[in-house]
């Protein structure tokens, strides 16, 4: 049987098995997919087709700055535990990834498993990480990655409890000094925290907001009470509780968590700074992954698992 670039195609993602190897083994096998999955594994090169199935919902997010701090990425790495999250040998890979991610020129996740892989050029990304697999022995994932550009300023990062947040801020800044520095840190932390989705309501579209007023709306009508007020007084009502929720969903109206006062919002903290510093500042972005996040986590009991992999 003609051995072809679909099938070479197929067993590699089968496999994470090279180019190369997935045809030798389509080849010696006369194509048969399931005999050449087996001939992989007796040559040591499919060790992670066992573990692809199983959830890698642990990992860290690391993130990688250019010299002059100009250019940063934020990536996560997933893995099946958290023991292996913390081991050396993945930070460094992980490490790795961060630094190809830094200069990468592709736009999503899929293009940057196909190019060439910096630390081993006769490599893929994606084969890289498949021999990263049978070295690590667990399940792994790239799952994302995002680049943060500023010319005309700087962007900061922020990493929280060992790899589990990762934050990217975009500072806009005339001057940069320690002071900026110090401030665009701060709100990293703040992003890190309190977890906004937006960075300002510039961001927020009129489809989000009149959603979110029919939520509101129904709430008031399903209450007698509330439902019997005049028009103009629900109306009020309804502003009020949006631009509550705004103050908490964006970044640039939350409560600044430093504030002496308890009121003061990130945006006066960053007027403020820019006046002490004679400075133009203006946050334009903010980047924050945190680890598994949205994925399903798999409940296995420990023991069962030790037991299960010592043939007990």
Known sequence: ????????????????????????????????????????????LAAAVKKAGRIAAEGIVVTALTEDSKKAVAVEVNAETDFVAKNE?????????????LVTTAANIDAFMEETWA?????????????????IGENMNIRRFEQVVEENGFVASYIHGGGKIGVLVDVETDVINDAIKEMAKNIAM??????PMYTDRSEISEEFIEHEK??????????????????????GMVQGRINKE???????????????????????????????????????????????????????NFAEEVAKQMGM
Do not use: H, W
């Open 1 to 44: 049987m003609a051995v072809t670039a679909a099938m070479v195609k197929e067993l590699r993602e089968m496999t994470g098995a090279g180019m190369m190897d997935c045809k030798k083994a389509l080849a010696a096998t006369d194509g048969d997919m399931d005999k050449a999955v087996e001939y992989l594994r007796e040559k040591g």
């Open 190 to 195: 703040q992003a890190a925290a309190l977890k």
């Open 119 to 135: 630390k081993d050029p006769s490599m893929t990304v994606k084969e890289a990480l498949s021999s990263q697999i049978s070295i």
């Open 89 to 101: 040998k993945f930070q460094s890979y992980v490490a790795d990834v961060a630094a190809q991610a």
């Open 246 to 300: 705004l103050k908490e969903i964006c970044l640039m109206d939350q409560v600044y968590v430093k504030a002496e006062d308890g009121k003061q919002s990130v945006d006066q903290y960053v007027k403020a700074v820019a006046k002490e510093n004679g400075a133009n500042i203006k946050v334009k972005k903010f980047v924050r992954f945190e680890t598994g996040e949205g994925l399903e986590k798999k409940e296995e």
């Open 214 to 235: 029919a939520i509101l709306m129904a709430q008031i009508q399903n209450d007698p009470k509330e439902a019997s007020k005049p028009e103009k007084v629900i109306a």
